[in-house]
């Protein structure tokens, strides 16, 4: 059963970083493009990041110069370190493994910009 667990959310002042991590089990990862999306209160969930199989990178525009995604091929993880975080960063933010037709979602970690 596919698994995509997130972690590294929590509360954190304007100006702050964190780093979200996600952990994948029974995909082969290396084969997937890693995505991640976020949906704040009341809005649609949106694109935040997302790297491919080949290791290329695509940011949103709300998200460029200030969040930078990775993978990892060795630990099936992809994280995602988030700087000057202000409070319209705030959402619940979801790990997805893309192939093809084939996508897998994570449960989502909760992320909120406050001071």
């Known amino acids: 059963q596919v698994r995509l667990v997130e972690s590294g959310g929590g509360l954190v002042q304007p100006g702050g970083s964190l780093r979200l991590s996600c952990a994948a089990s029974?995909?082969?990862?290396?084969?997937?493009?890693m995505s991640w999306y976020r949906q704040a209160p009341g809005k649609e969930r949106a694109l935040v990041a997302r790297?491919?199989?080949?290791?290329?990178?695509f940011y949103a525009d709300f998200v460029k110069g200030r969040f930078t995604i990775s993978r990892d091929n060795t630990k099936n993880t992809v994280s995602l370190q988030m700087n000057s975080l202000n409070p319209e960063d705030t959402a619940v933010y979801y790990c997805?493994?893309?192939?093809?037709?084939?996508?897998?979602w994570g449960q989502g970690t909760r992320v909120t910009v406050s001071s």
């Open positions: 997805i493994a893309n192939l093809v037709f084939n996508d897998f």
């Open positions: 029974a995909i082969t990862f290396n084969f997937y493009n």
């Open positions: 790297i491919d199989s080949e290791g290329m990178v």
